[in-house]
């Protein structure tokens, strides 16, 4: 998405802002009631939101109204959602916001990721009294967005590596408490945009710059894990994975118990040296790698941030 055709964007919405900004006094920002409600899922790589306008406290009446109403739902939603955009974790220690902070991300692309929603036109509620509209982003699409690298950086490897099981896939099953690498704590593994593996030597085995970005279009917008229950990996079924994970990972991949986290925001999942080994030992399964064929199980209670 160009700069230029998000600086138009946002202009537009500026002027459908200021243009509002003299309605009457019932419809004055602090007295109209426009709310937003939504839910960060990240199992779905998606974040859902939902924008209410109280008709009556934006002084807009019916029929005639409706077009005002959904012009004004459709300026303050960049306003609402900006906040939860802003918020979310890139890794384990920054946020969008703290990439703004530091020059590294622009507040211009930040909104463009906003527009970019699949948004749901404005309907009425059941007593006539509010004036409904939905929005969809993609986090994958949001990922997208600070992958830089052109070629992908090449996985550790080791002098003399043993013969390995080729395998399908990678899931790292990290869905309990785990101990937090450097405390005498434990927390639950949380989800972000991209997450780090490390072994329990602390070598890094996966992150951000080893995905081969030769497929991501914004068309087709690719993220470097998938986030799931564990219920989708223990399935009554030949592989006991549900469809969307067996599609990633096949029917024969590699499953990792991972035995600490890492992160001053704790997203890290760290692992056993042997299955690190297991994976950087041999070129099919490095090559899993390159291609983000990764699982990690979380817990149901970090998959959803409502707000």
Not at 135 to 142: K, V
Request: net charge neutral; aromatic share 6%.
């Amino acid at each position: 998405m160009s700069e230029k055709f998000l600086l138009k964007k946002s202009i537009h919405v500026l002027c459908v802002l200021c243009g509002y900004f003299f309605l009457s006094a019932g419809a004055v920002h602090g007295q109209r009631k426009i709310d937003i409600s939504g839910t960060i899922e990240w199992d779905r790589m998606e974040i859902n939101a939902a924008v209410s306008l109280d008709l009556a406290s934006a002084n807009i009446r019916l029929p005639t109204g409706r077009i005002q109403g959904e012009e004004l739902i459709g300026a303050e939603y960049i306003t609402l959602i900006r906040p939860w955009i802003l918020s979310l974790p890139v890794d384990s220690s920054l946020t969008i916001h703290d990439y703004i902070d530091a020059g590294n991300f622009s507040l211009l692309r930040a909104e463009g990721l906003a527009l970019s929603a699949k948004a749901v036109p404005p309907s009425l509620s059941g007593d006539f009294t509010k004036l409904k509209s939905s929005y969809t982003i993609s986090l994958a699409g949001i990922s997208a967005e600070f992958i830089r690298h052109s070629r992908p950086a090449e996985a550790r490897r080791i002098l003399a590596p043993a013969p390995q099981t080729a395998y399908t896939g990678i899931i790292i099953i990290a869905a309990e408490e785990l101990p937090l690498h450097g405390t005498k704590s434990s927390a639950l593994t949380l989800p972000c945009l991209f997450p780090k593996i490390w072994d329990t030597n602390m070598n890094l085995v996966y992150e951000r710059n080893t995905v081969n970005t030769a497929s991501n279009t914004e068309q087709n917008p690719r993220s470097i894990v998938r986030y799931t229950a564990a219920e989708n990996i223990f399935r009554p079924t030949p592989s006991g994975l549900s469809p969307e994970v067996q599609a990633l990972v096949g029917d024969k991949p590699l499953r990792i118990m991972a035995r600490g986290v890492f992160g001053k925001r704790p997203t890290d999942p760290i692992i056993d040296p042997a299955d690190a080994l297991a994976i950087i030992s041999s070129e099919e399964n490095r090559r899993l790698l390159r291609e983000g064929r990764v699982v990690i199980v979380l817990n149901d209670e970090v998959l959803k941030d409502e707000f």
